[in-house]
């Protein structure tokens, strides 16, 4: 993690939530959601998010010959979610890097409102013809600064 | 298929419906919903189907020492499903045999209403002691004859 | 299913068999590997089958311009794969179809050699400019031809 | 990230090591893995070395009545891996705690043995009766040790 340390979980931004059931096939032979799901859903999240809440979708940057790669993933897992169980998913962008964001994120079961996992991702702009890092375009900054 | 033919898609039972949403770690590399992804969409629907419009959860049949096994599975593709898409996912039971019920489902998208695959599956009643085939109970019955 | 029935079991082109290993993430709540693995496992030996039996790989095809879509998809579920097992894909290409080929499979434990499931696919030749079926070209045929 | 830091990537113990493919499921809409997927590939390693190489498969400590919770997970992105790449995934313990291990992998692409990422887990020994944590028994300690 290169990224400098903030204090956790203080968000610097506007906290968004997705809501999102789990899916049987979601579930491992521990009878508990597998433990690598967690990260799709957090990537649901997002796409939900970029989408409704900062006006930007996935697609959209695409358009414009841009995209998101993951440059790193890190989760604390609290309490499994189970078969039939609906969740919240909030992220927020806890910092801006000239090329990349850092969000992080909470997983909270709906019925008792308990910490599930939370974490972090560090998400790098990308040129898609290129593939290489871009600058976060100000009209991105824009959208993504609330 | 072992089962008798029956007039598709004339159902004999209520159809159910689920609304769900594609989810981005659901698309491949095609930039279409995965191939073997709607057979877990019509798992999800038959899950939340069972607990919601034929009353008897999955978790239910469990502790009553009861499964359903999958015996067979087919699907034909008329149209993908894509990123970002809402879709209804409509089950109905077929066809009711001794240890068994064949369910038929059709996948339409929201936007479109357009159907976007349809099949069936056979569900074999197992006792999860035994892992063998059970007449389905009469309880069952009464609740699946809706 | 639209294609003319064919005597199952009895390939009419030569068989190709891969090998793979069941991965944790495959395994579900019943403990065993889930429905919708299979069809992945399938898919995987035909990439597989692709380029080093038939000589041409999907990358290749698509540099063509061409790629294979599946327009169905039926399994029968036999015994179940769990968690370590060692299984073999057989497949072959039971009949051709001016735009497409059904293509039979089975999966086999290794340690057992027991079927564990069997069934088949029809895929479509489609121009990946159009989306639109395509009549297979000779140079396809001939290398499928074995 | 509670565990002691300590200087990646020394490893105290031995490395060990997988090989797997990458499946045709695995890949994504940017024609990736997709990044979830490399918490499955260290998990399919773990599983293989702990029955291969530590002498105690996962099975085996079910049977004891002990499982394994993932406490935590991170991993930094390099490299993608594609369709049809072989890969390697290293792992080691690199610490040793009360009542789990940290382990620290590396995934390398196989034709440029280039990294493609690396990252670490805090695995807690668990009762599976309790699903509490549990001290690591002397006779784990013994095989894990090397």
Same mark, same amino acid.
Request: charged share 30%; aromatic share 14%; glycine share 4%.
């Given at each position: 993690?290169?990224?400098?340390?903030?204090?956790? #979980?203080? #968000?610097?931004?506007?906290?968004?939530?997705?809501? &999102?059931?789990?899916?049987?096939?979601?579930?491992? &032979?521990?009878?508990? *959601?597998?433990?690598?799901?967690?990260?799709?859903?957090?990537?649901?999240?997002?796409?939900?998010? &970029? /989408?409704?809440?900062?006006?930007?979708?996935?697609?959209? =940057?695409?358009?414009?010959?841009?995209?998101?790669?993951?440059?790193?993933?890190?989760?604390?897992?609290?309490?499994?979610?189970?078969?039939?169980?609906?969740?919240?998913? /909030?992220?927020?962008?806890?910092?801006? =890097?000239?090329?990349? *964001?850092? *969000?992080? =994120?909470?997983?909270?079961?709906?019925?008792?409102? /308990?910490?599930?996992?939370?974490?972090?991702?560090?998400?790098?702009? *990308?040129?898609?013809?290129?593939?290489? #890092?871009?600058?976060? #375009?100000?009209?991105?900054?824009?959208?993504?600064?609330?």
């Amino acid at each position: 993690m290169r990224e400098k340390a903030l204090d956790y #979980p203080e #968000p610097s931004r506007t906290i968004f939530e997705s809501q &999102m059931d789990v899916r049987p096939d979601d579930i491992d &032979m521990f009878q508990h *959601v597998h433990a690598s799901k967690y990260q799709d859903y957090v990537l649901a999240a997002r796409f939900d998010q &970029m /989408k409704r809440c900062y006006g930007i979708s996935m697609e959209a =940057f695409m358009e414009k010959g841009l995209g998101w790669f993951v440059r790193d993933f890190s989760i604390e897992y609290k309490r499994s979610l189970g078969l039939g169980d609906r969740f919240k998913v /909030k992220t927020w962008i806890q910092d801006f =890097f000239r090329t990349g *964001v850092c *969000v992080h =994120f909470e997983i909270i079961r709906k019925t008792t409102d /308990k910490l599930c996992c939370k974490g972090k991702s560090h998400y790098t702009m *990308v040129s898609l013809a290129t593939q290489r #890092p871009e600058p976060i #375009p100000e009209w991105v900054l824009e959208k993504y600064r609330i």
